[in-house]
Structures are given as structure tokens and as C-alpha cells.
């Protein structure tokens, strides 16, 4: 039996969501008006609505993200919210506060969020007993660690494949919080691993200055699709629900080619929406946003991850600065460059900085403003504006399910059958005169082409079967009004067949994997308490949010900066580089003290 593989793409607004659906995802999530983890990025329910009928066109889901911790004044609010979501289609509903399961919920299908912190075996088999229908997995697991716990569960298991990576784990991160009351675990974040930091050690030596010592390229598992199905992976999220409508065409667009391409090589996967898509463009995820790849973890511990000098856009390599003069540069590169092109590159202070492209001759820029680009310099492209034309042409992509016509004579006049992918069908059969063709050739492809006129409707015609018993004249407004007909009765029918995965959520009782939580249990309201009791917690802390501690760590992370200096001892028996413990963090007057916890390979921020 094949395995349904879901392409699962983000939406800021209607916008971008409508734009996934076209260009190819089986799947979009996008917060709802409240309570999701990126609180800049709600809508309205009209538009969810609007989004949610659209991709059912197709048979792809929307799922909305309800996935903060609530306060115990906000879970009746939650609720509400919830069954309207459910009223208007939404197929699922990613949270993380368990509180939510002790309420009166309609059966819509519920996926554990990246924040519940899934990293292990024993936390994915607890929320699949637990009723959940999806589980998103922790992004710092390992093929071996995703292939075990998909070997010892049932569940469709999640996994991110592209976009920024939070440095922490989700939902263990507290610094934005502590330090500006702006919790992650609330969708507020302030991007605290963004910003510059000196790294000095316990003497007061400054081992690294300003730099973002906490920033990470963007994730790119594009080259390891096949490697991920083969692990478990039912469902291949793209991160970016503060991204543009360009991001996510271009994204995915990329995607869905690559994954199109490993089903057409075998039979074990098929996709789980409908409709093919065609692109008027060659997509390329550099060109839209990129601090540059990683794999992070997932073939093991690797140099490469960070993304030190900038957080920001740093786009494609271009090439390196052969000639170099007074507002001019001249680059040694296989790309083709454009008027108006942003470029940048790395200063000799260290300095990210970046310049538009005036005028370009060949393989010279020309632009104003003093820069000092030496010889030898990486230059990068983090705006092709030639590509962005593309990105904002009037049609990038056309998506079609495919449909196949048979026409033929019945007793009293003719009968037209339409079958789509999905192979639903319906007929349509009229009541008229026979009249032998005086041209049968010329007859015939008039059948056919106005059968194929499927215009601006979400069908094309795979296959038209003309079986009459022999040429017969119908007139074209005939042929076009069986047509008409048909195609209305099969969107209806589409739209009837469409399968709710509807699910309700009983008790449970099964045992927790700890019989303790502290703060990083985010248990945050009296429901979530009664939960977690229930299922054999014996002590239970409130939140960082609810009740602040102190001399605990506020991070959790796998990006290790004695990894990074050449100090680790477990990669590197022989280090390269000797630092004096405690290392710390210094920005505008705030210190943060790192530790590293060398038995499970992380490092713990205070």
C-alpha cells in the first residue's frame, strides 16, 4: 500500500497560503486570529475559511496553529475559537498546551506542535496514545534517532526539511522571557540568538567579538528527501510563517519537484493531495531568503551550522571580487548579473554589508557609495531582481487535476462521463436528434477539441475516448453545454467526497515518561495540571512564564560553542584551541553564562 506523503507549507496571510496551494503543497498551516506561536503572523477566520475551501479543491488541508500556552483565562476564549475553526473545515489544529485536551473539543484532528519538544521515543508514543493524529518532531534528531521511533509507533510523524532554525530546542527556550518578558512559548520571541555577542571566558578574555554567536544558517534537507521517507517521515514542513508570498512559491515550488521526482522512481509513496502542477519559473531557495544551508543534525554532529557574521539574507554565492576599484567591482563569476541586483559580502572589520548594482557590464558593477572591497572577497546575491519579475508575474505556476472524457451515443441522444484522479465521476446524458456527419474527420476533432475547452477551471483533459457507433453532427453549443454541466457536477461532487479527517478526543490514562515537571513542562494553567496529573505526574511546577526561577538554564541547545572555537574534547581528543571554564555572553550590559553538558552533547545557557 503506497504511503501518503504530505508537502506541508506555511501561510502568513490568505496571500501565501493561496499561493502554497497553487504551486504544489498537500498541506498549509497558518495561525489563526489568536494563540499561535508566531503572534505577528493571525487571521481572521473569514480568510481561513476562504483558504480552507480553496485547498479542499484539490484535496489539500489546512491546519491552523493554536500552539502557545494559555493562561487559564484564555482557554474558554480557545475553545470558541477551536469549534469555529472546526465549523469553517479546518482540517487539524497544531497545539502544545495539553490544558486544551481537558475541554470540550469537536472531533477535529489534533498534531502535536514542534513545542511540545517530541526528541524522544517515549514522548511520541505517550502523545500518540494520547490521541494525537500528527506528531512534529524535534529538528535536531538524527535518520537513526527519526527511524527509531518511527519503527515503535503508528503515528504520522513530521519533520522540518527547510528554513531558519531556532537554536534551542522548541519549546525549551526561555532568554526572550527573562530578559524582556516576551515569552516564545507565547509567540512573542525577540530573537535574542540574532543578536551580536562577545564570547569571553573566566580570565575577562575576549575569545570572539561581536559576532551572533547563537545564529544558525537556515535548514536545507532538500538532498536527504529520499533518506527521510525511507526513515519515517510522512510529513516535509517548510518553516516561514512571517515569510512573503515569494518565499513560499519559490519554496514550494522547489519541493514539490523534488519529491515528484522520487515518486516517479518508485511506488511505495504517492502525494497526498491532487492535481499536477506546471511552473513558469526554475525555483531556486537561495534566491529567497537564505543565511546559507545546513543538514544541522541529522547525519551527525558537523562544522558548518552557524551563521556568525549575520543573521540575515545573504542569497547565493556569487563569486569572488577579481578587480576592485572606485565604485566599481569587478566579479569572477558564472552567474549573469542585472541592474538593480542586491549584492554583499564581508568586510576586512568583519562587517556584513551589502549594495545595489547601478549598472552592470558583464561580469562589472558599477554603484555608488565608498565601499572597501579587497581583492579576493566572497561577494553574495541576496536579491535577483531579475527572478523577482519572475516571482511577481501575473501567473508562476497553474495547478490541474486531470480528468478523463468519454463520449458516446446511448439510446435516445448521447452521454458524456467524466472521471477525475481521484476517480470520482459523473455523466451526463441529453435527449436529442441524430444526425450522421456529411464530414466525419472534421466532425470528430470538433468533439474533441470542445470536450478539452476546460478553460479557467481547476481540470484539464488527460484523455477524450470518442465511442460513438458512428460520426454524428452535434452542435458545438450542444457538446459545450454537456461540458459546462459536467464540470459543475464534478466540483460538486468533489466537494462532497472530500474526506474530513474528523477525530475525537477521549480520556486518557496511560502513563507520562516522568513522574516530575518542572518549568520545562510549560505547564501553565489548572487544566494543563489536572492533564498531566491524570496521567501520573506526581509533582508539577508551573511555567517560566507563570513562576520564574532562577540559576536554571534558559536554553537548551546542540550548537556548542566549544565545538565551534576548536575546544571540544569529545570530536577532537586533541583540541585545537584551550579555554579557561566558564565561557559567557556579553551584549549591551547583559551577560549570559554558557555550560556544556558533554554527556548528551549540548549546551546550556544561563
Known amino acids: 500500500m503506497q504511503r501518503k506523503i504530505e508537502l506541508l507549507l506555511p501561510a502568513k496571510n490568505l496571500d501565501c497560503g493561496l499561493a502554497a496551494i497553487n504551486h504544489g503543497a498537500d498541506a498549509v498551516y497558518m495561525g489563526a486570529s489568536k494563540f499561535g506561536a508566531r503572534a505577528a503572523a493571525g487571521n481572521s477566520l473569514q480568510d481561513m475559511e476562504q483558504l480552507t475551501a480553496y485547498a479542499h479543491r484539490f484535496n489539500a488541508c489546512v491546519y491552523a496553529t493554536l500552539n502557545t500556552i494559555l493562561a487559564d483565562s484564555e482557554l474558554e476564549e480557545a475553545r470558541q475559537l477551536i469549534w469555529q475553526l472546526y465549523n469553517i473545515g479546518v482540517d487539524a489544529i497544531i497545539i502544545q498546551d495539553m490544558g486544551l485536551l481537558q475541554l470540550d473539543l469537536p472531533p477535529v484532528a489534533l498534531h502535536a506542535s514542534t513545542q511540545t519538544d517530541n526528541r524522544t521515543l517515549e514522548k511520541v508514543q505517550f502523545l500518540e496514545k494520547a490521541g494525537f493524529s500528527q506528531v512534529v518532531l524535534a529538528r535536531e534528531l538524527s535518520l537513526e534517532q527519526i527511524k527509531h521511533i518511527s519503527d515503535n509507533t503508528t503515528v504520522p510523524l513530521e519533520f522540518f526539511v527547510h528554513g531558519a532554525l531556532c537554536v534551542s530546542y522548541s519549546g525549551q527556550c526561555y532568554i526572550s522571557q527573562a530578559l524582556c518578558k516576551r515569552s516564545a512559548n507565547r509567540g512573542e520571541c525577540a530573537q535574542y540568538c540574532r543578536l551580536p555577542y562577545n564570547l569571553v571566558d573566566s580570565d575577562g578574555t575576549v575569545l570572539v567579538k561581536n559576532k551572533h554567536l547563537l545564529s544558525l544558517k537556515d535548514l536545507d534537507l532538500s538532498a536527504y528527501l529520499s533518506d527521510l521517507l525511507d526513515a519515517g517521515i510522512s510529513s516535509f514542513k517548510i518553516e516561514g510563517r512571517l515569510k512573503d508570498a515569494d518565499y513560499v512559491k519559490n519554496t514550494t515550488a522547489f519541493y514539490r519537484q523534488k519529491l515528484d521526482a522520487i515518486f516517479e522512481k518508485t511506488d511505495k509513496y504517492k502525494k497526498s493531495s491532487s492535481g499536477k502542477t506546471t511552473f513558469f519559473f526554475t525555483p531556486n531557495p537561495e534566491k529567497t531568503f537564505s543565511r546559507g544551508a545546513t543538514s544541522y543534525f541529522l547525519t551527525g554532529r558537523h562544522a558548518g551550522i552557524t551563521s556568525f557574521d549575520t543573521p540575515k539574507s545573504i542569497g547565493e554565492y556569487v563569486g569572488t571580487a577579481r578587480e576592485t576599484g572606485e565604485r566599481y567591482l569587478c566579479i569572477d563569476t558564472q552567474k549573469q548579473l542585472h541592474n538593480g541586483d542586491g549584492l554583499c559580502f564581508l568586510n576586512t572589520r568583519g562587517e556584513f554589508l551589502g549594495f545595489r548594482a547601478n549598472r552592470v557590464e558583464g561580469k562589472t558593477v558599477f554603484f555608488t557609495g565608498n565601499l572597501s572591497i579587497q581583492k579576493g572577497t566572497d561577494v553574495y546575491r541576496n536579491l535577483d531582481v531579475e527572478f523577482e519579475k519572475q516571482l511577481t508575474a501575473a501567473k508562476t505556476a497553474e495547478r490541474k487535476i486531470r480528468v478523463n472524457i468519454s463520449f458516446s451515443d446511448s439510446q435516445g441522444g448521447f452521454l458524456l ?78 466537494q462532497a467526497n472530500y474526506f474530513f479527517s474528523r477525530k475525537k478526543m477521549e480520556p486518557t490514562y496511560h502513563l507520562y515518561p516522568q513522574t516530575e515537571l518542572t518549568y520545562l513542562g510549560n505547564v501553565h494553567n489548572q487544566l494543563a495540571v489536572a492533564f498531566y496529573q491524570q496521567h501520573g505526574v506526581k509533582r508539577i511546577d508551573f511555567s517560566f512564564e507563570k513562576q520564574p526561577v532562577e540559576n536554571e538554564p534558559l536554553m537548551f541547545t546542540r550548537h556548542c560553542l566549544k565545538y565551534s572555537l576548536g575546544a571540544c574534547t569529545r570530536y577532537s581528543p586533541k583540541p585545537v584551541k584551550t579555554v579557561v571554564m566558564p565561557l559567557f555572553l556579553e551584549y549591551q550590559g547583559k551577560e549570559l553564562i554558557l555550560k556544556f553538558d558533554c554527556i548528551h552533547c549540548q549546551m546550556l545557557v544561563f
Request: net charge negative.
Open 417 to 494: 462521463k467524466i472521471t477525475d484522479e481521484d476517480q470520482n465521476a459523473v455523466s451526463i446524458e441529453i435527449t436529442t436528434e441524430k444526425l450522421v456527419a456529411q464530414q466525419p474527420e472534421k466532425t470528430m476533432e470538433t468533439i474533441r477539441t470542445q470536450l478539452s475547452k476546460l478553460g479557467n477551471t481547476d481540470f484539464v483533459a488527460q484523455k477524450i475516448e470518442i465511442e460513438t457507433s458512428q460520426p454524428y453532427f452535434i452542435p458545438a453549443s450542444i457538446l459545450a453545454d454537456m461540458r459546462r454541466q459536467g464540470i459543475e457536477q464534478l466540483e460538486k461532487l468533489r
